[in-house]
């Protein structure tokens, strides 16, 4: 069973909450808007269902509801930025609007950041830079839960990774996704017992788990065999060896480990088009690109060929609309967290 909220009501109820532990206004609207971004796109597993989460860790003390990032080393187009064990969503918008800004003048900005922590959908960052004549690439590493190809242990987090390019007359071309076969959320928001297809993940004891409880219980596997091996190393030396963030292991637990902070790495990049071609040109060719896409036939069962980011922009316009659906163990939290604040 579901009911729908709409974006507005859900954005005050999250920043109010926010502000009540501590956080500054801005920075409430910051966490907010890339929390519900994510459902206005139909990516509910990274929407409002992490407030609890982020609530939790700044009251447990591993989160800082105060802390500013701060660039730490400079070299120009490239810079290191400190999240200070702030909210990741903080570190990444304030990196990104960085990197834009570098791009503008220096034709590429690259942020690598450290000690920060879970920022939600990485393509809201990328789809920032694509929104000033950008193209945004955007990487994050996460705790352990993917065993590296041939592996039975969890090594890498899910490690996603985003690039974004501008497109005039539509959506931005939008490309985002985990580099394991599935995301850990939706094992957990499955029902124990709903099957899962082969290639998802492993059970405990290292065979194929044939449920989503197996699954959860056991260790993801990488997308595409060793081709999502390969993009989580990717992402990983990106993310945390460039920033000296924690890596596979060692980064830590975002809702059972309090004793410590993530130090989760980022990195976010902005790549202006104009330095190579002018606009003009760029969006000329995008569009003969796109309609090159949109003019294959369909096979059978599909209607009509997408381009990344399209369809996730139809659902936004109808959730801006009609309310974003809420799960019932989402619409609880938000009933206790309006009890627990007096909202």
């Keep these: 069973m579901t009911d729908r909220w709409m974006p507005e009501d859900l954005r005050q109820l999250s920043e109010q909450v926010l502000i009540k532990t501590g956080v500054s206004q801005k920075h409430a609207q910051i966490t907010t808007d890339v929390m519900l971004e994510a459902n206005l796109r139909g990516i509910d597993s990274h929407g409002i269902s992490y407030l609890p989460v982020y609530i939790n860790r700044i009251e447990k003390g591993v989160v800082n509801p105060n802390s500013t990032p701060e660039i730490i080393q400079d070299s120009g187009s490239s810079f290191v930025v400190d999240g200070r064990n702030g909210l990741g969503q903080v570190a990444g918008y304030f990196s990104m609007t960085e990197a834009i800004s570098r791009a503008h003048e220096r034709g590429v900005g690259l942020a690598a950041v450290r000690r920060s922590g879970h920022f939600g959908m990485s393509s809201y960052y990328a789809v920032k ?74 059970n405990k004891e290292g065979y194929p788990a044939k449920t989503a409880g197996e699954g959860y219980e056991g260790v993801l596997l990488p997308a595409a065999g060793v081709k999502g091996y390969a993009l989580a190393i990717v992402a990983e030396v990106f993310s945390a060896i460039l920033s000296q963030a924690s890596f596979t292991k060692d980064v830590g637990g975002l809702v059972d480990q309090f004793d410590r902070s993530q130090n989760v790495g980022h990195f976010l990049g902005a790549i202006s088009i104009e330095s190579f071609l002018p606009m003009y040109t760029y969006h000329s060719l995008m569009r003969e690109f796109i309609a090159s896409i949109k003019s294959v036939k369909p096979a059978p069962g599909f209607d009509e060929i997408y381009y990344p980011g399209e369809l996730e922009e139809k659902t936004a316009m109808e959730r801006r609309e009609n309310g974003i659906p809420l799960a019932n163990h989402t619409l609880e939290m938000l009933r206790e967290l309006r009890e627990r604040y007096n909202l």
């Design 129 to 202: 830079a694509s929104e000033q004549h950008c193209i945004g690439i955007v990487m994050t590493n996460a705790p352990s839960s993917v065993a590296p190809f041939g592996g039975m242990e969890a090594l890498f987090g899910t490690n996603p990774m985003a690039f974004v390019f501008p497109v005039e007359d539509g959506p931005p071309l939008t490309i985002d996704f985990a580099t394991s076969a599935v995301a850990r959320t939706k094992l957990r928001n499955l029902t124990a017992e709903e099957p899962i297809p082969k290639g998802w993940a492993l």
